[in-house]
């Protein structure tokens, strides 16, 4: 569907007047790009030889101001405005669904200051991950949110859908690590969040935009939360013969506030198939990586007391050396063609919840998954990686081999899939996500999951964006 | 169809090299990331996009600096697949008139830049100058040599004003690049040199990984191809330099030129040089050693000159950011094109001239 005529030109206009023309494209090549994003389904509907839904301008600001004075346009002609920070969400989230303005946050990319005493760092939204991280590394800092997107997302990335990285057990997801934010509104104004989150000077407001993926505004600023490069990182790895036993192992750790900065825990599936594949280790049950940071003494003596828990369910210690493989290679399996890639169908149906109901989910999703689908001898594969005082999120993904080619037959296939997953996540007490978001995809499983709290957040949504300009189509809003 | 050009199957589908991909940190436009134009290949392949203006611009971005690959686990050959890929557009006669403009001149003249003037004299021992090292940047290959003699070597120049096929092959022009690469091993073999010292890394890396992969042109076996930045920092002890006076200030910083991330061993031993020609280890830039970016002395500067400019201008931007009130590289390609877009007060110097001031009179 393509938009022609005066009024595309009319908004071309005032979009080159608030950012150059230099920073608005509509290449043929560029709006092919930004018609996808990490979501399984446009790759596939592109790869299928189907034309996604493109947007009609791309845009580039360098400031909070340009935001706000696009959406200012944005709002005059009633446009969909897509934030896009690295297009890494797996999602759908940065999908110009209904057309619009994609706008491309990575103009503004400055670090503004890092502060050595506080160890924060504040900077602009579109900064890539990996970058942020070597710049605050030069001062011995990190910012301790690792996730496998780091080379390519973006700090409004990060934020955005409340993402998780690889060392959240100790040091928390990204929502964890913020301090403070600056917001364009769908209206264009600007606002900042106050210095610290936690006060008691009135509710929690901020926390609105962490999670909003863009439909209640624009991220376009962060302080966050660094800390020291650790003196340390002890990492080894164990083996279970029982699922069972790992994660009640990994909850005493957890509850016993022994501060792993990871446990990895593969299902007996996911060790025989995805640990093999990359790390070239042949093992039956399942694997588990265990890692303490930090000061050598302590972290020595938290490990001490984890192996003891674990040496109690008679797991095998393999040593530090698959640790710390590991952790060296714990990216490859998201380099093409390691990764999954097309054209298998695949899905992450990652959730999280209480130590009490994890087992039980996972086993209930994993029945419903592959008997539903033992025709298409879909594979379900799981592991156990982001671990709280109170719970354990399962990243668990469906894989089939040989989906049909027909686009439209695959979509419907697919979303099948996704209902029976989401559907036994929800009625064992899961969340529909843990740190990938909601997106496009899980849009549609947002009134289930929050039931009589749903109207609330809709009517905040209505509030903040009348006209429904921002990201319509996903977070549950726009349909 | 070159087996390289597989490689957008898999890059189409990765994020993974984003951090350092110059391009895409310049423009801040997914479309020109190695991920973007590995789609938009892939997606003229699939019959969704068609050769115009627009994709044609995203086609002939990719500077062939190696970033991606060095970054890459499973070693895609990004830039080798891109160069096949506009060696399909050159065929079908829809390279952009700059790029077979700088072709022509290559084919006719084997330069870029200048003339080729093959060597006469002969010797074990050669020194490859290449093309802009001879017609644009005299006085590095001159504190080369100068600094070889030092060593007590008797080298022969040889690959003066030559293209050593790297620029056609990136154009997209590989049967002018195998001209090109065989006259380079001709007048190595015409000259009895068995080993071969490379002023630059943009021919290093086309003698040693180039030639064979895209070319499938194979060097002989009884010569040593030798990065001259390794072998002066293994002679630093022969050469008995005087420390330079007066240089507590670290304000100098090293540029780790183009295509060094192909070339990871030259680190150090560039640093080595440094040192002993400055008297302090150099001032780090923010895109340095195994992520430094090219600046636009690679084909882009004939593909995307635009681009070519801002590559080097970002160079520059680096070092001012970091503090710095010079600059020093050995490589002769980065350095004349650092001199030539630098409009500020930065001072820029060849890491050879310098190294050649340490020397002890009559050595």
């Not at chain 1, 491309?104 to 890539?128: C, F, H, P, Q, Y």
């Not at chain 2, 070339?263 to 895109?287: I, K, Q």
């Not at chain 2, 090219?294 to 500067?301: D, K, L, N």
């Amino acid at each position: 569907m393509e938009w022609t005529g005066l009024q595309p030109e009319m908004v071309r206009s005032e979009l080159t007047e608030i950012v150059g023309d230099a920073h608005v494209s509509t290449d043929d090549a560029d709006r092919l790009v930004y018609a996808t994003d990490w979501f399984w389904l446009p790759q596939m509907w592109l790869d299928r030889g189907e034309i996604p839904r493109k947007p009609d301008f791309i845009v580039r600001p360098k400031s909070a101001e340009e935001i706000s004075a696009i959406l200012q346009v944005a709002n005059a002609y009633r446009i969909p405005v897509i934030p896009w920070g690295g297009g890494s969400g797996s999602q759908g989230g940065a999908l110009p669904v209904f057309g619009g303005i994609v706008l491309d946050t990575k103009r503004m990319n400055r670090i503004i200051e890092i502060d050595e005493k506080s160890l924060t760092v504040t900077a602009e939204a579109g900064i890539n991950g990996k970058q942020l991280e070597w710049a605050v590394n030069e001062k011995g800092l990190m910012l301790p949110h690792y996730p496998a997107s780091a080379n390519c997302a973006t700090l409004g990335g990060y934020l955005a859908p409340r993402g998780t990285g690889t060392i959240s057990t100790k040091y928390g997801k990204a929502e964890d690590l913020v301090l403070r934010m600056q917001v364009v509104l769908p209206d264009g104004h600007i606002l900042r969040t106050p210095i610290v989150p936690q006060h008691a000077a009135g509710p929690d407001f901020y926390r609105l935009f962490l999670g909003s993926e863009g439909t209640f505004g624009v991220i376009t600023e962060a302080t966050m939360q660094l800390d020291y490069l650790p003196e340390c990182r002890l990492l080894r790895a164990v083996l279970f013969e029982d699922l069972t036993d790992a994660i009640e192992a990994g909850r005493q750790i957890m509850t016993r506030r022994l501060e792993p900065f990871v446990i990895r825990l593969y299902d007996p599936r996911s060790t025989a198939s995805r640990v093999k594949k990359i790390l070239g280790y042949e093992l039956e049950g399942a694997y588990m990586v265990l890692g303490f940071d930090g000061d050598k003494d302590i972290a020595t003596l938290q490990e001490e007391k984890a192996m003891d828990i674990i040496n109690g369910f008679g797991a095998r210690d393999l040593g530090r050396e698959p640790g710390e493989a590991w952790w060296n290679h714990r990216y490859d399996f998201y380099y093409p063609p390691q990764s999954l890639k097309l054209p298998w169908m695949y899905g992450t149906t990652e959730t999280v919840t209480t130590y009490d109901k994890i087992e039980k989910l996972y086993f209930a999703e994993k029945k419903a998954v592959e008997e539903g689908y033992k025709e298409w001898d879909i594979d379900f594969i799981g592991h156990f990686s982001h671990w709280f005082h109170w719970g354990v999120m399962v990243y668990t993904r469906f894989i089939i081999r040989n989906p049909p080619d027909d686009a439209k037959e695959a979509v419907r296939l697919h979303n099948r899939v996704w209902n029976t997953a989401m559907t036994a996540v929800l009625e064992n007490g899961g969340m529909v996500n843990e740190h990938h978001g909601v997106g496009l995809k899980l849009s549609r499983f947002m009134r289930r999951q929050y039931g009589d709290a749903w109207p609330l957040l809709d009517r905040i949504k209505k509030t903040l964006d009348p006209n429904g300009i921002m990201n319509p189509g996903k977070v549950g809003f726009g349909h | 169809m070159n087996t390289a050009i597989g490689a957008i199957e898999n890059c189409r589908f990765c994020l993974m090299c984003r951090h350092v991909a110059p391009v895409g940190h310049i423009t801040h436009n997914e479309s020109v990331t190695p991920h973007g134009i590995a789609l938009v290949a892939a997606m003229q392949r699939q019959g969704q996009l068609t050769w115009n203006p627009s994709t044609l611009d995203v086609l002939y971005a990719e500077p062939d600096g190696g970033n991606c690959r060095a970054h890459c686990v499973t070693d895609q050959p990004l830039p080798a697949a891109i160069a096949a890929i506009r060696a399909e557009v050159a065929d079908d006669g829809l390279a952009p008139p700059e790029v077979v403009r700088a072709h022509d001149r290559i084919a006719e003249n084997h330069s870029a830049f200048g003339s080729y003037e093959p060597a006469t004299k002969q010797g074990e021992w050669g020194l490859f100058v290449g093309d802009v090292g001879f017609n644009l940047a005299q006085e590095t290959m001159r504190a080369a040599l100068k600094l070889l003699e030092a060593c007590e070597l008797d080298v022969v120049s040889v690959g003066c004003g030559l293209d050593s096929g790297f620029i056609p092959c990136s154009l997209g022009y590989p049967r002018t690049a195998q001209a090109q690469a065989r006259l380079c091993i001709e007048e190595v073999q015409r000259t009895g040199i068995k080993k071969l010292l490379v002023l630059s890394p943009q021919d290093l890396f086309a003698f040693l990984q180039m030639h064979q992969e895209r070319l499938d042109i194979a060097w002989p076996e009884d010569v040593v191809i030798i990065d001259l930045v390794d072998f002066l920092a293994s002679q630093v002890p022969n050469l008995k330099m005087i420390p330079p006076a007066g240089t507590a200030e670290n304000a100098t910083a090293y540029v780790d030129p183009t295509h060094a991330v192909r070339l990871p061993r030259r680190f150090d031993a560039a640093r080595t040089l440094c040192e002993v020609a400055l008297g302090y280890a150099p001032l780090e830039l923010f895109w340095r050693e195994d992520r430094a970016h090219p600046v636009g002395s690679t084909a882009i500067q004939f593909t995307r000159p635009d681009i070519g400019v801002r590559l080097t201008e970002a160079r520059l931007e680096d070092a001012i950011n970091r503090g710095a009130q010079s600059i020093v590289c050995d490589d002769p390609v980065t350095l004349y094109e650092l001199r030539l877009r630098n409009e500020s007060n930065l001072h820029i110097q060849g890491l050879y001239e310098t190294l050649l001031t340490q020397l002890p009179p009559h050595s």
